[in-house]
């Protein structure tokens, strides 16, 4: 009697996927096949099996993955590809509006050409003359506002005259 009323549960779902299906035509479409912590698709029987086969198998655009939410098996799996599946066709039904196409016409990437020269760093003459008149960096790094207030504490004030 278990395996009768197990199996008309089984049945008794894949009747009303079959009933709410065309609600969702020309819409990505993602099963969950959720308490695979008490159940698990390969242990179902095989007339069970075939019935799950024969309603979400036969297509394409039904993606069938089995999660838990219990032990949280799978959850973020169907997540991830919920949210791939409903961007990549958002995108599909941007792309197929005639929008895209008058924005596509006005758009213009360009791509730089690869170049076999190979190009020499450049350094401002300014510089190179300070380079040359021996000129070196001070050791010692200008104090931020920052610094000045942390070293005097409570003594500091802010003069926003400076």
């Known amino acids: 009697k278990q395996w009768y009323q197990r199996r008309v549960r089984v049945q008794q779902q894949c009747d009303l996927f079959n009933n709410i299906k065309p609600l969702f035509a020309n819409k990505p479409l993602i099963v969950a096949l959720n308490k695979i912590d008490a159940r698990r698709p390969e242990d179902l029987s095989q007339p069970e099996k075939d019935l799950l086969e024969q309603t979400f198998k036969k297509d394409a ?7 838990s939410t219990l032990t949280k098996e799978g959850v973020s799996e169907v997540q991830n590809t919920a949210c791939d599946a409903l961007l990549a066709h958002r995108i599909e039904q941007k792309m197929a509006g005639n929008k895209v196409d008058n924005i596509l016409n006005r758009l213009h990437v360009a791509v730089p050409k690869a170049s076999q020269e190979i190009r020499q760093p450049h350094i401002p003459e300014g510089v190179l003359a300070q380079r040359a008149a021996g000129y070196t960096k001070p050791d010692t790094i200008r104090k931020l506002e920052r610094d000045l207030e942390e070293e005097l504490g409570d003594d500091y004030i802010l003069d926003l005259k400076k």
């Open 61 to 67: 655009n039904v993606l069938v993955i089995p999660m």
